[in-house]
């Protein structure tokens, strides 16, 4: 089985981005199941019903979030009702939606969970701790398990990725919107990357215009975050896994700049 595992998608560039490669890509790759995190869909800020709809129609199959997911307001109408849009499952308890669910694929189901990191990162409850709930939770019910784990620090996100080694089978970073190049098997079995990037203008500042984020460091004033435009970039991740034993086997980063 080969899962693409699709960094932030920032605002129309990266729907567009996502759009024009995601089907060539599964294609190309044989990729079985498409999870992207959309957290920035939406304009650059939270989610809305038409952003989410164009990753669907794109070839999304679960959409994961993060700290930005409350953003854009039109999430609370939808949220519940999505059965693959996922937030972090650590926010506290009666926090809208879920944050983990189980896509099924032919034989097997496959568990996607968000997690949010601490540091540097609004409050939320300790990742640690609560994916050792969920991962009580889903046990019985999922063969494969991959967590997006939300997180602006790389030491936060390889302790986790440590943590959960040989217990799932992917852990992949996202939030900074830059792509590492340390994709690897842990030493225990599970696929990791520190941060898969984003999908979205490629000369930018994480998605934004240059100039205005040089603005906000020059002056230290409040500034708006207009994204740019003009070429894409792409990135991803594919993790292979064996049918037979459900190991991860291999994972592979996808870059493309236009």
Same mark, same amino acid.
């Not at 937030?87 to 496959?110: L, S, T």
């Not at 217990?167 to 520190?194: C, E, M, S």
């Not at 205005?212 to 975050?225: A, L």
């Given at each position: 089985?080969?899962?693409?595992?699709?960094?932030?998608?920032?605002?129309?560039?990266?729907?567009?981005?996502?759009?024009?490669?995601?089907?060539?890509?599964?294609?190309?790759?044989?990729?079985?199941?498409?999870?992207?995190?959309?957290?920035?869909?939406?304009?650059?800020?939270?989610?809305?019903?038409?952003?989410?709809?164009?990753?669907?129609?794109?070839?999304?199959?679960?959409?994961?979030?993060?700290?930005?997911?409350?953003?854009?307001?039109?999430?609370?109408?939808?949220?519940?009702?999505?059965?693959?849009?996922?937030?972090?499952?650590?926010?506290?308890?009666?926090?809208?939606?879920?944050?983990?669910?189980?896509?099924?694929?032919?034989?097997?189901?496959? =568990? !996607?969970?968000?997690?949010?990191?601490? &540091?540097?990162?609004?409050?939320? +409850?300790?990742?640690?701790?609560? $994916?050792? #709930?969920?991962?009580?939770?889903?046990?019985?019910?999922?063969?494969?398990?991959?967590?997006?784990?939300?997180?602006?620090?790389?030491?936060?996100?390889?302790?986790?990725?440590?943590?959960?080694?040989?217990?799932?089978?992917?852990?992949?970073?996202?939030?900074?919107?830059?792509?590492?190049?340390?994709?690897?098997?842990?030493?225990?079995?599970?696929?990791?990357?520190?941060?898969?990037?984003?999908?979205?203008?490629?000369?930018?500042?994480?998605?934004?215009?240059?100039?205005?984020?040089?603005?906000?460091?020059?002056?230290?004033?409040?500034?708006?975050?207009?994204?740019?435009?003009?070429?894409?970039?792409?990135? =991803? !991740?594919?993790?292979?896994?064996?049918? &037979?034993?459900?190991?991860?086997? +291999?994972?592979?980063?996808?870059? $493309?700049? #236009?």
């Amino acid at each position: 089985m080969n899962i693409m595992i699709v960094g932030d998608v920032v605002g129309r560039p990266g729907r567009k981005a996502f759009s024009r490669y995601t089907r060539e890509l599964r294609l190309k790759h044989d990729i079985d199941i498409v999870i992207v995190n959309g957290e920035n869909s939406a304009g650059g800020k939270g989610v809305s019903r038409k952003s989410l709809d164009e990753l669907y129609a794109a070839g999304a199959d679960v959409i994961t979030s993060g700290n930005h997911i409350w953003d854009n307001r039109e999430v609370m109408g939808l949220i519940d009702n999505d059965p693959y849009l996922v937030r972090p499952a650590n926010y506290p308890d009666g926090a809208p939606g879920k944050g983990w669910c189980i896509y099924p694929y032919k034989a097997k189901n496959i =568990a !996607v969970v968000n997690m949010s990191g601490r &540091a540097f990162m609004p409050d939320m +409850d300790c990742p640690f701790q609560k $994916i050792e #709930e969920v991962l009580s939770e889903i046990a019985d019910r999922a063969d494969i398990i991959i967590l997006d784990f939300h997180g602006e620090t790389t030491s936060e996100k390889m302790a986790m990725g440590f943590y959960l080694d040989g217990r799932v089978q992917a852990v992949v970073g996202t939030h900074t919107h830059v792509q590492t190049a340390d994709q690897r098997i842990l030493p225990k079995g599970t696929a990791y990357i520190t941060d898969l990037g984003m999908v979205g203008p490629w000369n930018s500042v994480l998605g934004v215009k240059p100039d205005i984020i040089i603005k906000k460091f020059t002056t230290c004033m409040p500034v708006r975050f207009d994204l740019a435009d003009g070429p894409a970039v792409y990135s =991803a !991740v594919i993790v292979n896994i064996d049918d &037979a034993t459900n190991q991860a086997k +291999d994972i592979k980063r996808i870059f $493309i700049t #236009e």
